[in-house]
């Protein structure tokens, strides 16, 4: 039978205090979630849980009712943690909890809104980070950690069956909600993220806005087996961070949200705390890579709770490669004039 996701984290924190700690946290992140699934499937495809409302979050996007549906549920469940400090998407400010304890929660709590009419898979993100000393007079401090700091991490999504990636830095591993068993058992153990890419999930309607680094690496990805790559790809874009990183967990593949031209994406639109740290701290104990482009994301310090990077993870090979790219397009082996072919896009 496989193990529960108690049984899984009793094990991984032993008689550690601090990983008991961080244990019971993800415990109570769990319950949280089945109440969020709960009120989406109470909701259909929630023509009130996708209404905007007349207010934007803390990183400045316009919320949904149930974006704050969720952020309450996980602040409820932070407040019965052993939780300092809760720093989230839809707060302006991380909000003191219990300053004496030992972590704090980075959290995206609804990743992927703009898909909750459209009952396509959303997904709550979320990091655990410790808290020290130094940290308890000054609050936002502790959210100017590198995400190599990071104790756990993980996310959930809501779709055809409410699942939970997690990683306490021991691997990647994959539970499910079972509601006749009444919580989540584990579905897959110590992911590997395959080695070679077949699909790039990235917005190509902003193409025109990309540095031209991003349009060559999209543009030998299009051509196909006639092109440098010598093989085709496959395109994939879900518009929920969470769906795209579980399917690059399954079967490989890159994500690419790069800075770009326009007015404020400059340096890109997710979040380095709660979306690129966490999601990058399962990529790489999964075997795969992140970076911001070129530097590796897990050793950025944040700047603040809502400041944004550009993100690139998956199979590690093609994350390099898009490195390779960003340093200099022109010195690749593989690219000639053979390929200089018209793209999709290119005019």
């Known amino acids: 039978m496989p193990s529960s996701l108690d049984a899984y984290l009793g094990s991984a924190s032993g008689q550690d205090p601090l990983r008991q700690k961080v244990a019971d946290t993800v415990r109570h992140l769990a319950a949280a979630a089945v109440k969020v699934r709960n009120t989406i499937i109470a ?4 023509e ?3 209404a905007s409302r007349d207010a934007t979050n803390g990183g400045g996007d316009v919320q949904k009712e149930l ?3 969720a952020d309450r549920a996980f602040l409820d469940a932070a407040k019965a943690a052993p939780i300092a400090f809760f720093g ?3 707060q302006d400010e991380a909000v003191v909890l219990k300053p004496g304890e030992a972590l704090a929660i980075a959290i995206d709590p609804l990743d992927g809104s703009s898909n909750i009419e459209t009952n396509v898979s959303i997904g709550t993100i979320f990091s655990i980070l410790p808290v020290e000393e130094a940290h308890q007079a000054d609050p936002k401090s502790v959210f100017t950690q590198p995400g190599s700091r990071q104790l756990a991490a993980g996310f959930f999504i809501y779709g055809p069956q409410l699942l939970l990636v997690l990683t306490v830095g021991n691997g990647t591993h994959v539970f499910i909600f079972k509601p006749g068993f009444g919580g989540f058992v584990e579905l897959t153990g110590s992911v590997t993220i395959a080695d070679r890419a077949k699909e790039f999930a990235i917005n190509a309607s902003n193409y025109r806005h990309w540095d031209p680094q991003i349009r060559s690496y999209i543009d030998d990805c299009l051509a196909g087996t006639e092109g440098p790559r010598e093989r085709d ?6 518009g929920s961070m969470v769906a795209d990183c579980y399917r ?6 890159i994500f690419l949200y790069p800075g770009d031209g326009r007015q404020g994406y400059q340096k890109g639109r997710l979040r380095l705390l709660y979306e690129a740290n966490p999601v990058a701290f399962c990529v790489e104990q999964a075997g795969g890579a992140a970076t911001d482009g070129v530097n590796r994301i897990l050793d950025i310090v944040p700047e603040g709770l809502h400041v944004r990077t550009p993100l690139v993870f998956g199979s590690k090979r093609e994350v390099e490669r898009v490195g390779r790219y960003m340093a200099d397009p022109s010195a690749l082996s593989e690219r000639s004039p053979l390929f200089g072919k018209r793209s999709l896009f290119r005019a």
Do not use: C, K, Y
Not at 248 to 253: A, N
């Open 233 to 238: 790809f496959n395109m994939r874009w879900v």
């Open 248 to 253: 690059i967990l399954v079967r490989g593949g």
């Open 88 to 90: 989230s998407e839809e």
């Open 67 to 69: 974006d704050v549906v």
């Open 43 to 46: 909701g259909g495809s929630g």
């Open 48 to 50: 009130s849980l996708g």
